[in-house]
Nanobody
């Protein structure tokens, strides 16, 4: 299972840290990705971490602002989001299994498992 937390309402320019607690999946077997979906828009891959060396990749729109990390001792994946913009407003999901971690960010497949999501709203 994957359980996201940490979403909320933040002003533009602010920061939030999302967490995804993972059980039944191992960091060393699967790539893990963060995705988001805004109302009326398709799901977008945001960031991912590779199963092998822990390399992280990001979609261009968040590069330099978002940072993904993992904590094996807590089975948790985190997404530090800085300099948030209104266009970052979306429901954020972590996904595991069947995630391709490309240089342009994660790509999910129909085999990907999802958490329930956490809402991030950036507004003044």
């Amino acid at each position: 299972q994957l359980v996201e937390s940490g979403g909320g309402l933040v002003q533009p320019g602010g920061s939030l840290t999302l967490s995804c607690r993972i059980s039944r999946f191992s960091f060393d077997i699967y790539n893990i990705g963060w995705f988001r979906q805004a109302p009326g828009k398709e799901r977008e891959g945001v960031s991912c971490i590779t199963l092998s060396g822990g390399r992280t990749n990001y979609v261009d729109s968040v590069k330099g602002r978002f940072f993904m990390s993992r904590d094996r001792t807590r089975n948790t994946i985190s997404l530090q989001m800085n300099s948030l913009k209104p266009e970052d407003t979306a429901s954020y999901y972590c996904g595991a299994v069947g995630v391709s971690c490309t240089f342009s960010g994660p790509i999910a497949t129909r085999n990907t498992y999802w958490g329930q999501g956490t809402q991030v709203t950036v507004s003044s």
